[in-house]
Antibody, heavy 121, light 109 residues
Framework: EVQLVESGGGLVQPGGSLRLSCSAS????????MHWVRQAPGKGLEYVSAISSNGGSTYYADSVKGRFTISRDNSKNTLYLQMSSLRAEDTAVYYC??????????????WGQGTMVTVSS | SYVLTQPPSVSVAPGKTARITCGGN??????VHWYQQKPGQAPVLVIYYDSDRPSGIPERFSGSNSGNTATLTISRVEAGDEADYYCQVWDSSSDHRGVFGGGTKLTVL
């Protein structure tokens, strides 16, 4: 079964850091681009970050550029999102998403269940 | 940056046809993907490349894309179709970033 399982969410103070992980199974992880999409409470979907299949290319939304770092370990079938200088507006459910191809294109065909990040004092 | 515009809500009676639009500048030249999100759940891909259905998605779901509007059509609507629906494209003019519409809440009366 194709599956993505996020972990690492929680409550963090403004200015703090958090690392999200996403464990993939059921497909050849190293062949696909991976993405992070977030959803603030009661709001729509926001595209956050992407990484190509070999990790050589990354993308960040302007809202997180310079504060978030996406990475992957293909030997461990794991995707990461290192978040720093967190703000209240980063509060959201963060979804790990599998792309259809090795680079950023196509549809998002598999989504994890999401992990909640709350930034609050 | 590229903007996708969806109506906040659409209401339809059971058994009728629901149409959810997604507007964007010359969106007909892009491939549009649609996602369904039920309360408390992760989104699910229901239409990709304008009109293709992933395996397991009922034939009642269909899509079209032309000019400045893409449309998700749900025929013979059921109570279980009540959800939020999001359209998505890639903005090749902006580092090839993913773009989502604001979402449409489908209410089955």
């Amino acid at each position: 079964e194709v599956q993505l399982v996020e972990s690492g969410g929680g409550l963090v103070q403004p200015g703090g850091s958090l690392r999200l992980s996403c464990s993939a199974s059921g497909f050849t992880f190293s062949s696909y681009a991976m993405h992070w999409v977030r959803q603030a409470p009661g709001k729509g979907l926001e595209y956050v970050s992407a990484i190509s299949s070999n990790g050589g290319s990354t993308y960040y939304a302007d809202s997180v550029k310079g504060r978030f770092t996406i990475s992957r370990d293909n030997s461990k079938n794991t995707l990461y999102l290192q978040m720093s200088s967190l703000r209240a507006e980063d509060t959201a459910v963060y979804y790990c998403v599998k792309g259809e191809y090795s680079s950023s294109s196509g549809a998002f065909d598999i989504w994890g269940q999401g992990t909640m990040v709350t930034v609050s004092s | 940056s590229y903007v996708l515009t969806q109506p906040p809500s659409v209401s339809v009676a059971p058994g009728k046809t629901a149409r959810i639009t997604c507007g964007g500048n010359n969106i007909g030249s892009k491939s549009v993907h649609w996602y369904q999100q039920k309360p408390g759940q992760a989104p699910v891909l229901v239409i990709y490349y304008d009109s293709d259905r992933p395996s397991g998605i009922p034939e009642r779901f269909s899509g079209s894309n032309s000019g400045n509007t893409a449309t998700l059509t749900i025929s013979r609507v059921e109570a279980g179709d009540e959800a939020d629906y999001y359209c998505q494209v890639w903005d090749s003019s902006s580092d090839h970033r993913g773009v989502f519409g604001g979402g449409t809440k489908l209410t089955v009366l």
